[in-house]
């Protein structure tokens, strides 16, 4: 009896149960479960990291400064002055060309994917006061592929920084011409090199900043055609693939091939520049660039 | 003819090479070596050459006859250097005011360790940049196969033409259909999607000519022959700059969307 109504004095100060609320807090203390979005576990040192930390980092892991892959919009953001970038041609859409198998489905997933209506975004922008135009490429379109819209947004911007005397200031990323608009895409090769020819032989300068994966037919067209080639650390660059190359030569591939390091030590990048350091880099550049100074 | 049998016949055993072109068409054919840069390489032939009487620099893909011979050229597959013998030969050519002849036979730039860490996409790339504005006439013509960039790296041209049984494609069909189906021996399906014959980059206006293979090949020879130096007489009559904002604009007008 009396120890009945003690449980009772007890309860009498419980609040109600709510089974709901059990169930959060059986959650809560039992699985420390963290949703898929929210945490992500280094691929390079394996830590687990906060997404909202990794954002706020520029995507560089803060344990070993392994970086992830980062959307065009996140870099415009931390590459271009605050609400200075300007977009050219949001609107131009690829469509089904060749009648190829899944296309216009595929189109449809990267659209949802990657929020963008296209695998690179162009413009006008500031960077530390300094004006020039900007593309960027979208490693979730398509991993960045080139096709015909690819090709001709980066034309125009080529050909709009000519006649305005603006240096271009590029970050790629692709697996190459798009399969699925079949010899239209290889044309975007020689088409986008045609723009950047022009623009150089007006005395105009051109930095690509290579990121993770750059490979295929934009690595072998307006990737390596900059006067200032420069690559993220770890950055895979190259014209084949890595596992094209096993499965057809069975080679084995020595550690570090066609990363940024070992490209660097053959001579094809001029510098690998981390990503906390890009916008300073790109302001010093454009500004040891400046006409008369 | 379906594309499948096209591919094929790009492909056939017997089938002429960049140097049977060269020796039937031109005479007085003397070779030039080298990238001087780092190597020869055998899968890109380049030279001096007459044809019908004018002097022109030739470029050719070269896949070797018999099995020796192919090793040493890979299969007509070109290193850096390939393309970097062909780009230094083309700059020769503008310079002594000659024009280029070049053949495109390959099924891809070279695909290996070699080759990347000399650089292949940045050779390829180069040649894309400087043929845009070379101050001389530049031909192509595909005679076998034409595998994406390694084919294009000797394919910006003020023309463009093919042999009715060449192809030209992005990737190879083989590549396609391992992409798409995960299934490399769906070849056929692969040819037909990506519209890679000469009838369908006509169409396209990718190409501006198709050469018709008659029985006797022979008559290839004599049809390009003829083709090849009463179009160079052409183009050499232009004006530098017009032929120059010609060629810009020949690949500036492809793939451009409808809208907008």
Same mark, same amino acid.
């Given at each position: 009896m009396r120890i009945r109504s003690m449980m009772l004095t007890k309860n009498f100060f419980k609040k109600p149960e709510n089974p709901l609320e059990w169930y959060d807090n059986r959650t809560k203390n039992s699985i420390p479960d963290i949703p898929d979005q929210m945490c992500i576990s280094c691929p390079k040192c394996k830590a687990i990291l906060l997404t909202g930390d990794l954002n706020e980092n520029a995507r560089v892991c803060p344990k070993c400064g392994y970086h992830f892959r980062m959307n065009a919009r996140q870099r415009v953001g931390m590459i271009?002055?605050?609400?200075s970038f300007s977009e050219m041609d949001a609107e131009m859409r690829s469509t089904n060309l060749i009648g190829f198998p899944n296309y216009d489905k595929k189109l449809w997933h990267a659209r949802l994917e990657s929020g963008e209506n296209e695998a690179v975004i162009c413009g006008t922008a500031q960077i530390g006061g300094f004006p020039c135009c900007l593309f960027v490429m979208e490693p979730h379109f398509m991993m960045g592929s080139m096709g015909t819209v690819v090709g001709e947004k980066i034309t125009r911007l080529f050909e709009y920084a000519a006649e305005k005397s603006l240096p271009v200031i590029g970050f790629t990323v692709s697996g190459g011409a798009r399969m699925q608009e079949g010899i239209l895409s290889l044309m975007q090769m020689a088409k986008t090199s045609a723009a950047v020819k022009r623009h150089s032989d007006q005395g105009n300068l051109y930095v690509a900043i290579l990121t993770d994966p750059t490979t295929g037919g934009v690595t072998a067209s307006f990737a390596m055609e900059a006067d200032i080639i420069v690559a993220e650390p770890g950055a895979l660059i190259g014209f084949a693939g890595p596992r094209v190359i096993e499965q057809t030569m069975r080679q084995k591939l020595p550690p570090n091939f066609q990363r940024s390091e070992f490209l660097l030590e053959k001579g094809f990048l001029d510098d690998i520049v981390p990503r906390g350091r890009q916008r300073d880099y790109l302001v010093s550049l454009l500004s040891l660039h400046q006409r008369g100074s | 003819m379906e594309a499948y049998e096209r591919l094929a016949a790009s492909r056939a055993k017997n089938r002429p090479t960049g140097m049977s072109y060269i020796h039937n068409i031109f005479t007085d054919f003397l070779e030039m070596h080298g990238d001087r840069r780092f190597g020869d390489d055998k899968a890109v032939v380049g030279g001096i050459a007459r044809l019908c009487g004018m002097p022109v620099t030739v470029i050719a893909h070269e896949k070797g006859v018999g099995t020796k011979e192919k090793i040493s050229r890979n299969f007509?597959?070109?290193?850096p250097e390939g393309y970097r013998k062909a780009l230094r030969l083309m700059k020769q050519a503008e310079k002594f005011k000659r024009p280029v002849v070049c053949f495109v036979d390959t099924a891809g730039a070279f695909c290996g360790i070699s080759a990347e860490e000399r650089g292949e996409g940045e050779a390829i790339a180069e040649n894309l940049k400087e043929m845009i504005t070379l101050k001389t006439p530049i031909l192509s013509v595909f005679i076998g196969e034409g595998g994406s960039g390694g084919a294009l790296g000797l394919a910006v041209a003020d023309e463009v033409w093919m042999l009715e049984n060449a192809y030209y494609s992005v990737i190879s069909p083989e590549g396609c259909a391992s992409i798409l189906w995960?299934? *490399? *021996?769906?070849v056929k399906e692969a040819a037909e999607c990506l519209k890679l014959t000469a009838d369908d980059l006509f169409r396209m206006k990718v190409i501006e000519r198709i050469i018709p293979e008659p029985e006797n090949f022979g008559e290839v020879y004599e049809n390009l022959q003829s083709e090849l130096y009463h179009t160079l007489l052409l183009k050499e009559a232009l004006k530098p700059e017009d032929m120059l904002q010609q060629r810009y604009d020949r690949f500036r007008r492809l793939g451009v969307p409808a809208q907008k």
């Open positions: 271009a002055d605050e609400n | 007509g597959s070109a290193h995960k299934d *490399s *021996s769906k």
